[in-house]
């Protein structure tokens, strides 16, 4: 590895030590006899201060050829300075310049200059140099690595399921299709089918971070055509409320990640993060129904889906009464899944939840049938046919314990967590019904 010092380790007490600092050129600043490189290393910024008598002539023509983000490497000395970054400054004994970087840039990564997020995702990695952007990823795996510490510790295992599949398990019209030799297959909406086959195995809980493609037409903020989720599936539950355990701690790891791993992050990103009020409310949809009607005077007909006008007004009514987290359970079992478990008490309502964030679904989950014949009669009642699930339906046959699980959305939960006005910010390369480069 090349020989470097990060310029978060730099400090005035290393006054008059050499150093050897690498990065992109941020900024140029030159003043005839006294130019400044802006020095950016993915870590901070460092000033190198070139005072055209006191630095030899060689690196003071390089300061004056080199382009704004190219990659340097600069050794010199270390001096304080109380108006520089960090307090100190480097006064350079040579500048090599590793790679030029072309004129002009597609984008400012300084972010002086706006540019509006197509322009910006045409030129991601450029993009992927602001400190605002770069947060959001930081963010992002701060997150994860939170949510799979805790279901670790919940007894979860990781695992992998098929991202070629030969059937639906979210409905029909969402899938890509994808040539298989001489076969039709499709990219994966979800792990469904084989998260709930593992259930009949012994491997009593597992996650898997997953990917669901999703062939929507979809044009909005909030959705992408290449989704990432945390899929989990347990068994030997009593109900959904087992589940909805889980997502609620799943959910407040994660928040709590965010907030104690990447203060800084969030100041750059100008976002303060509150401990989540707990424990989430589990609201029943019927009871939302009335809720929306009496307190915004919304009419949603029972037995409909929540749209985004409802759920928007169920955020207001919870923000209202302080919470942002809240599920939504008890939905009516025709708009949900055909794997999918009844309620006991009431058959056309099922043991459904979605968690919702800020008026906004980020969670999907249930209890899920586990008697071969209702799970035929309802694959059959939603017009799917039987044989197109034989595996799946033969997990069913051998003995299979009451199980359930969720589809946690990555994407939408960071949106969200880090107030972002579209999801498109919290994927490297988003992908949606008009963006397949790069
Ligand atoms: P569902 O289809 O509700 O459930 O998806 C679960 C969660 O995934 C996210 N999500 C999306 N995010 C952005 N763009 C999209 N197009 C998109 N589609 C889904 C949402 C959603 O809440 N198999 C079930 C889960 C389960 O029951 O285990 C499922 O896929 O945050």
Redesign the pocket.
Same mark, same amino acid.
């Given at each position: 590895m090349m020989d470097r010092t990060y310029s978060d380790s730099l400090t005035p007490e290393m006054e008059g030590t050499t150093v050897t600092i690498a990065g992109w050129v941020h900024e140029i600043r030159g003043l005839g006899k006294l130019r400044f490189l802006l020095i950016r290393d993915g870590r901070g910024i460092v000033q190198v201060t070139l005072p055209k008598k006191f630095v030899s002539e060689e690196t003071f023509a390089a300061s004056k050829e080199v382009s704004k983000e190219s990659v340097v490497r600069v050794r010199g000395t270390v001096q304080r300075e109380d108006r520089a970054p960090n307090g100190i400054e480097i006064l350079p004994e040579n500048i090599e310049v590793i790679s030029l970087a072309v004129t002009p840039l597609p984008l400012d990564p300084t972010g002086k200059v706006n540019a509006n997020l197509d322009t910006r995702l045409d030129h991601r990695v450029i993009d992927l140099r602001r400190a605002p952007v770069a947060a959001i990823f930081k963010a992002r795996a701060a997150a994860l690595k939170a949510g799979r510490e805790y279901l670790e510790e919940q007894g979860f295992s990781a695992i992998k399921t098929p991202r070629i599949i030969s059937t639906a398990?979210?409905g029909g019209t969402e899938l890509f299709p994808l040539a298989y030799f001489d076969r039709e297959a499709f990219l994966a909406q979800?792990p469904?089918l084989y998260k709930q086959m593992l259930m009949a195995t012994g491997l009593d809980r597992v996650y898997e971070l997953a990917t669901?493609f999703?062939a929507?037409e979809?044009d909005t903020v909030?959705?992408?055509n290449e #989704?990432s989720?945390i899929?989990c599936e347990m068994s030997f539950i009593d109900s959904e409320s087992d589940v909805m355990d889980i997502v609620e701690g799943l959910t407040i790891s994660m928040i709590e990640g965010v907030r104690k791993n990447c203060q800084p992050q969030l100041e750059t990103l100008g976002v303060e993060i509150e401990k989540p009020k707990t424990p989430f409310p589990r609201l029943e949809y019927r009871d939302v129904i009335d809720m929306l009607l009496s307190e915004e005077e919304l009419k949603v007909p029972f037995g409909e889906d929540m749209n985004t006008e409802a759920e928007k007004a169920l955020g207001r009514i919870m923000q209202r009464r302080g919470y942002k987290h809240y599920f939504i359970t008890k939905y009516p079992l025709e708009i949900k899944p055909f794997y999918t478990m009844p309620d006991s008490g009431d058959p056309t309502l099922s043991n459904s939840f979605?968690l919702e964030f800020m008026g906004r679904?980020? #969670?999907?989950?249930?209890q899920r049938i586990h008697d071969h014949a209702l799970l035929t009669e309802r694959i059959v009642s939603k017009d799917l046919d039987p044989d197109g699930f034989g595996a799946y339906l033969e997990a069913f046959r051998y003995g299979i314990p009451p199980h359930g699980?969720?589809?946690?959305?990555i994407?939408?939960f960071l949106m969200l967590l880090l107030n972002l006005p579209n999801?498109r910010e919290t994927v490297l390369f988003p992908r949606d019904r008009h963006r397949l480069e790069p």
């Open positions: 398990s979210e979800s469904q669901y999703r929507e979809h909030s959705h992408l #989704v989720a899929d979605d679904e980020i #969670v999907s989950g249930s699980g969720f589809g946690m959305g994407e939408r999801i």
